[in-house]
């Protein structure tokens, strides 16, 4: 039963690129969460999504970051024109049920823009 | 949702127990304790939960007094891979998301 998949690992973008960092869950979760971790900082809650649906996103910026949770296929946390202050880890974590207190997490995308 | 305290970081030697204490005055009453941990460029992992009194499994012990103000978590006999950063935060069923401070680092040293 393989774990919380994330990809790309490391990610290289120069700013004003996009940054698309995919998540699959573990086998039979549906809820899926998105958290950054900024260095020498503890993680932050940016989204909740549910298949097809955002449940919370109240830690997403407003501009530039936008996620989904498609029917079929991984979760997206897209990041349009991305700036220096974007580099950071940013990590996934997929629970069977809302209000889990088990979350698994994957082992986060590393985003450096240049 | 309650504000958790712990020390910023800890350093230990092999072979010996750590007591990493968290401090949660305004704790709900409907609130576990719950403790991540997070090696060096991994997600966290979840590793213990409790409400009261004390809860042990095979990676630590937890230990939550009676007035339930504070929490403590037990690593007996630490060994180099023990180092990582530990989380504890608050839950219960009504939270819908998992609300991480800055943790305890912990070192062991040989």
């Known amino acids: 039963n393989a774990g919380v998949m994330q990809n790309p690992r490391h990610l290289v973008r120069r700013r004003g690129q996009e940054a698309r960092l995919r998540c699959s869950p573990m086998k039979g979760h549906s809820h899926v969460y998105w958290y950054r971790q900024l260095p020498e900082e503890g993680l932050k809650f940016m989204v909740y999504l549910q298949k097809e649906n955002i449940i919370d996103e109240s830690g997403m910026p407003k501009e530039r970051f936008s996620a989904e949770f498609p029917k079929e296929g991984p979760s997206i946390l897209r990041i349009q024109q991305v700036v220096r202050g974007d580099s950071a880890a940013y990590f996934c974590a997929s629970s069977p049920s809302k209000g889990n207190e088990k979350l698994f997490f994957g082992s986060g995308t590393q985003l450096s823009v240049l | 949702l309650a504000k958790t305290t712990q020390p910023i970081s800890m350093d230990s030697y092999e072979g010996q127990e750590v007591n990493i204490t968290c401090s949660h005055n305004n704790i709900a009453t409907n609130d576990y304790i719950t403790w991540y941990q997070q090696f060096p460029s991994q997600g966290p992992r979840f590793i213990i939960q409790?409400?009261?009194t004390k809860v042990t499994n095979e990676v630590a012990s937890l230990f939550i007094p009676a007035d339930r103000k504070s929490s403590t978590l037990s690593l007996p006999r630490v060994s180099l891979s023990d180092t990582a950063v530990y989380y504890c935060l608050p839950w219960n069923s009504g939270y819908s998301t998992l609300t991480f401070g800055k943790g305890t680092m912990l070192l062991v040293s040989p």
């Open positions: 409790g409400y009261k």
